[in-house]
């Protein structure tokens, strides 16, 4: 079960905004990620908790961030209610996506397990509901993902596999690239994999 602590910087100008320490697990209906991001200043910012099914199907979503709060699973596309800071106000919202992301590093892995691509497979086209900091805003964005390399390292615990991903924003062109090892991130755009106490879990 990996646990570590991710630092996250706006991409553009890498002003830090946050660290998100983590814990992940595959098991035996799927795979599921819990986290707490706290600001530089250490005050507490946010959480993220998602769990996958077996096919890399978000069957549940919870995220707080700014006193907002959000819900949500894959149910016909996908489906979430948003709660504001108050809590007397709900809005729910349905999408034909294929998934959720955001700025947590847990829905690289989650886009990752969804897609399933290999070295071989051709640039993948999927839609994703982004959920913007800091108030939880709902987005719909297109991305196009292929696996442009797929590399074993040596390690003190056996060989590590490093998968590269090419991803690019269809309404921009904009391209970059994401480093995944097993349930973990060790790279991407805003992402930086400070600390990190156990070796990444390998999905079957």
Do not use: K
Not at 5 to 13: F, G, K, M, N, W
Not at 84 to 108: C, K, M
């Amino acid at each position: 079960m990996p646990r570590g602590r991710y630092s996250l910087h706006d991409p553009h100008d890498h002003i830090p905004f946050a660290e998100e320490h983590f814990q992940c697990a595959p098991g035996p209906s799927g795979w599921r990620y819990v986290s707490r991001l706290t600001d530089p200043a250490g005050a507490h910012r946010g959480s993220v908790d998602l769990a996958l099914d077996d096919l890399g199907r978000p069957i549940r979503l919870e995220l707080h961030a700014g006193g907002w709060q959000v819900r949500g699973a894959a149910l016909d596309g996908v489906t979430w209610v948003r709660t504001d800071p108050t809590g007397t106000h709900a809005t729910e919202g349905n999408v034909r996506a294929h998934a959720f992301t955001g700025t947590s590093p847990a829905f690289l892995i989650a886009t990752a397990r969804l897609l399933r691509l290999t070295p071989l497979s051709a640039a993948t086209r999927v839609r994703l509901v982004a959920f913007t900091d800091p108030v939880l805003a709902p987005r719909t964005v297109d991305q196009s993902w292929a696996l442009v390399n797929s590399e074993a390292h040596a390690t003190d615990n056996g060989p590590l596999t490093v998968d590269e991903y090419q991803v690019t924003a269809l309404d921009t062109g904009e391209r970059h690239s994401v480093h995944i090892a097993g349930d973990v991130v060790l790279s991407a755009p805003g992402i930086e994999l400070e600390d990190l106490d156990s070796p990444p879990s390998t999905f079957v």
